[in-house]
């Protein structure tokens, strides 16, 4: 099993070896069966369980950005996906006759470019005020030698105010041709935003989680359409008491229980089993509830040891309480009869009593903290058999 890397891998790497050389010393504690052990103590700080919530690492909740029908969905609840996949469309017909008519108005901007900057150059070089509306004839010739000349002295004309004045208005004309094709440009890259929008597509590697639409469907803007997790890596998020804030910090190992049911008999009675597990905080969100009190704290689970929305307890320690003695038995000798925990006690005479106790934390030694029910010198078995319970149960009734 291994932790999901966020920050650095090695640190997990490093870690899920630690975990795989202590886990096995639970089960090595006791090999014999009906081997009993006494009950010793254990000092350190007490623990608090906080419940929380397997939760993904990354999940995300595609919503529509437009209204619509939907056209296609690649898949069902638990179909995996690669990133860039596309997850969800909606109908786009309608945006795609409109950027074609788009690029035919682009079309006729770009032609009115082209005939703003021929008109010019043409007004540039051959100005329209100098042209003779006469032709070649005697009138125009005198029009332009004597008339034109005068009208000029007399200042009742300026060809050169009237030459500027054209070129101004052609270098205008140019002008907003270009700013029609910007216009046009813009809404074009609008269009084309709008077109992209109508298709979820995977930021990263996952499955779908959940299928709230169905194709046909006609949405609206902000409607949800599928949620979509990374199932690779999962955490537990935890609201943590914030007088327990102090003692915790990033990278922290710490130890979680996931409750998980198997058979615990041959008559196929389903039995509570706790799963211990070491965990690792990737998160400390900087801010308390302000209404409850509470720091949210996100741990790192080994990899395929839960499923995301699973009950799960992390044994958070609370450094501000006194140290305390609390027996300390083998994880081996806890058995549980539906959801209560009990150990095998050793009466005076040897013969094992079954007695309910209320378990704490795990020791990286592989041992259980008794919080209540039993005392530090008491025997008992540290791995009863299945069948220490009838056999004692038979003695009872026969008198024994």
């Not at 609201?239 to 998980?260: I, N, Y």
Request: proline share 7%; hydrophobic share 40%; with cysteine.
């Amino acid at each position: 099993m291994g932790f999901k890397a966020k920050p650095v891998r090695s640190a997990v790497t490093h870690f899920c070896v630690m975990a795989a050389l202590v886990l096995p010393g639970l089960v090595q504690q006791a090999t014999a069966s009906n081997e009993s052990v006494i009950v010793r103590q254990a000092e350190g700080f007490p623990t608090v369980s906080v419940g929380g919530t397997v939760v993904p690492y990354k999940e995300v909740t595609f919503a529509a950005q437009m209204p619509g029908r939907v056209k296609f969905i690649a898949g069902i609840e638990g179909d995996a996906f690669d990133k860039d996949t596309t997850l969800v469309s909606i109908d786009t017909s309608e945006l795609e006759a409109k950027r074609q008519a788009l690029f035919a108005q682009m079309a006729s901007a770009d032609a009115q470019i082209r005939n703003a900057g021929v008109q010019y150059n043409r007004e540039l070089y051959s100005p329209r005020s100098n042209a003779s509306p006469g032709g070649m004839g005697m009138p125009n010739l005198f029009d332009q030698m004597f008339t034109r000349p005068m009208e000029d002295f007399m200042g009742e004309r300026d060809k050169d105010t009237e030459q500027s004045a054209d070129l101004f208005a052609s270098r205008t004309q140019v002008r907003e041709a270009h700013h029609q094709m910007m216009r046009l440009q813009a809404e074009l890259r609008a269009l084309d935003s709008k077109l992209r929008d109508a298709r979820s597509v995977a930021p990263f590697d996952g499955v779908i989680v959940s299928k709230l639409v169905e194709v046909g469907d006609t949405v609206q803007p902000g409607q949800p359409l599928v949620k979509f997790a990374d199932m690779e890596y999962l955490q537990v998020e935890v609201d943590v008491p914030a007088r327990l804030r102090s003692g915790l910090r990033e990278g922290m190992m710490l130890r979680a229980e996931l409750d998980t049911r198997a058979n615990s008999s041959p008559a196929g009675q389903r039995a509570m089993v706790s799963r211990n597990l070491p965990v690792r905080i990737a998160q400390i969100f900087p801010m308390a509830d302000p209404q409850r009190h509470t720091i949210k704290v996100k741990f790192d689970l080994p990899q395929g040891t839960s499923e995301p929305g699973m009950y799960a307890t992390v044994l958070v320690p609370d450094f501000n309480a006194p140290a305390r003695a609390n027996p300390i038995v083998p994880a081996t000798a806890i058995r549980y009869n539906g959801s209560l925990p009990g150990v095998y006690v050793l009466n005076e005479q040897g013969r094992p009593q079954l007695r309910l106790v209320r378990v704490g934390d795990t020791s990286s030694e592989g041992g259980v903290t008794i919080l209540s029910g039993l005392r530090a010198g008491e025997r008992i078995l540290a791995n009863p058999d299945p069948g220490v319970a009838s056999g004692w149960s038979k003695a009872s009734d026969a008198g024994h």
